[in-house]
Antibody
Framework: EVQLVQSGAEVKKPGESLKISCKGS????????IGWVRQMPGKGLEWMGIIYPGDSDTKYSPSFQGQVTISADKFNNIAYLQWSSLKASDSAMYYCARKNYYSSGWYFFDSWGQGTLVTVSS | DIQMTQSPSSLSASVGDSVTITCRAS??????LNWYQQKPGNAPELLIY???SLQSGVPSRFSGSGSGTDFTLTISSLQPEDFATYYC?????????FGQGTKVEIK
């Protein structure tokens, strides 16, 4: 069974750094892209970026480029999302998700983590 | 970025009703369109990919159609467990943007 298990909720102060994680199991982690999706309180889903753990190839949404860093440890089957200096506006639920495909052209997120709630408040 | 616009933003319906949600892309995306369902407090789940292909395990009362810029998600006979928020997502090009969501509520 494919599973993505995310790290627990975080409460941070503005200016602090943070790294949250997403551990995959039940499939060959290195061979599937992992994406990160933000959901601000009461709002919709925002595609942040994606990483291929096999070679750490990473793509960011222009909205998040420079604001976060996505990385992966293929040996331990973990993907990460990190901030160097948090802002109150980073408060949100963050989901990781596995990107799968149909017939080598149609991509979708077929398995999702349970979400990590990040709260940034002074 | 490709913009995805859903309508309506919310709707009220009764168990047994048929409901249709529309998603429009800001440029043509062929059939590179996914639909997700999100229940309160849960992660989204994939319902449909490639505009009309049902993900394994998803009930057949869900169906998708469309191509180009206009797409629809139809739930043929609404069940209590279908009250949720639905999102479309274009999968043609990065960033693979989502619509703003349609909340289906109980009338």
């Amino acid at each position: 069974e494919v599973q993505l298990v995310q790290s627990g909720a975080e409460v941070k102060k503005p200016g602090e750094s943070l790294k949250i994680s997403c551990k995959g199991s039940g499939y060959r982690f290195s061979n599937y892209w992992i994406g990160w999706v933000r959901q601000m309180p009461g709002k919709g889903l925002e595609w942040m970026g994606i990483i291929y753990p096999g070679d750490s190839d990473t793509k960011y949404s222009p909205s998040f480029q420079g604001q976060v860093t996505i990385s992966a440890d293929k040996f331990n089957n973990i993907a990460y999302l990190q901030w160097s200096s948090l802002k109150a506006s980073d408060s949100a639920m963050y989901y990781c998700a596995r990107k799968n495909y149909y017939s080598s052209g149609w991509y979708f997120f077929d398995s999702w983590g349970q979400g990590t709630l990040v709260t940034v408040s002074s | 970025d490709i913009q995805m616009t859903q309508s309506p933003s919310s709707l009220s319906a009764s168990v047994g009703d048929s409901v249709t949600i529309t998603c429009r892309a800001s440029q043509t995306i062929s059939n590179y369109l996914n639909w997700y369902q999100q229940k309160p407090g849960n992660a989204p789940e994939l319902l449909i990919y490639a505009a009309s292909s049902l993900q394994s395990g998803v009930p057949s009362r869900f169906s998708g159609s469309g191509s180009g810029t206009d797409f629809t998600l139809t739930i043929s006979s609404l069940q209590p467990e279908d009250f949720a928020t639905y999102y479309c997502q274009q999968s043609l090009s990065a960033p693979r943007t989502f619509g703003q969501g349609t909340k289906v509520e109980i009338k």
